[in-house]
């Protein structure tokens, strides 16, 4: 999803901006309700750092490769929201990516705004969307396959959504363009195919870890119903 240098450049850039704002208000309104509902300023805390760390692996470590317009990587968003919480998951995500720019890809800074944008705000949707399709008596170990695979489309979706929309905005509809956006596109969908088989053996394993309910390290929600 880092969105390659010069895709979009110049004054079109400015745009990255608003959006990262509009990400970063998102990121704190996540956060304040985990602040206030899920275990206060600490949890968020040690839930943040674990995330950042998690995220920087998913970029640096595991496999990812360029593809079109963008690179192809093992984000995870949904399974870090079931387990972290989606105010530890948002910050996470931009502080991961951020890391991982100014330790090892010093060229993506620049595109650092269009990026955080990409990654945040599908996340907020996939907590939208969390709260509309999994019951309130349901805590998130027990979500099912199809629970699971809706929001990883949602999020790997909203990333392709966004990667075509700055794909678009900053080099336009010509046909290498929407060649190369459709090349990203279809090999996203092996993310969105493998994301929700890694969320049910993560979550299978927090079944086992029923005795750290109520930790901050962990989403209360991930083994408690709703409240």
């Not at 949890?43 to 998690?54: D, G, K, W």
């Not at 392709?160 to 060649?179: K, T």
């Not at 956006?181 to 053996?201: C, K, M, Q, R, S």
């Amino acid at each position: 999803m880092h969105i390659e240098p010069g895709i979009v450049d110049g004054a079109k850039i400015v745009l990255s901006y608003a959006t990262a704002a509009t990400a970063a208000g998102l990121t704190a309104k996540m956060a304040w309700d985990t602040i206030r509902n899920d275990g206060g300023a600490g949890a968020l805390a040690i839930r943040s750092l674990i995330t950042t760390a998690l995220v920087f692996i998913f970029f640096e470590v595991m496999p990812h490769y360029p593809v079109g317009v963008s690179e192809v990587h093992f984000i995870l968003g949904a399974t870090l929201y079931l387990v972290f919480g989606a105010g530890a998951a948002a910050i996470g995500l931009a502080l991961g990516l951020l890391a991982q720019g100014a330790l090892f890809a010093p060229g993506d800074l620049p595109q650092y705004f269009i990026n955080v944008t990409t990654l945040v705000i599908p996340l907020w949707a996939v907590s939208l969307l969390a709260r509309r399709i999994i019951p309130a008596h349901t805590a998130y170990k027990d979500v099912t396959f199809a629970q699971c695979l809706a929001l990883s489309a949602a999020y790997q979706g909203g990333i392709v959504a966004w990667v075509a929309f700055w794909a678009f905005y900053g080099q336009g509809f010509g046909a290498e363009n929407l060649a190369s956006v459709g090349t990203f596109g279809i090999a996203y969908l092996t993310v969105i195919i493998l994301e929700p088989i890694a969320d049910l053996a993560i979550l299978a394993a927090a079944k086992a870890l029923d005795r750290f309910g109520g930790s901050p390290v962990f989403h209360n929600r991930l083994h408690s119903p709703a409240r």
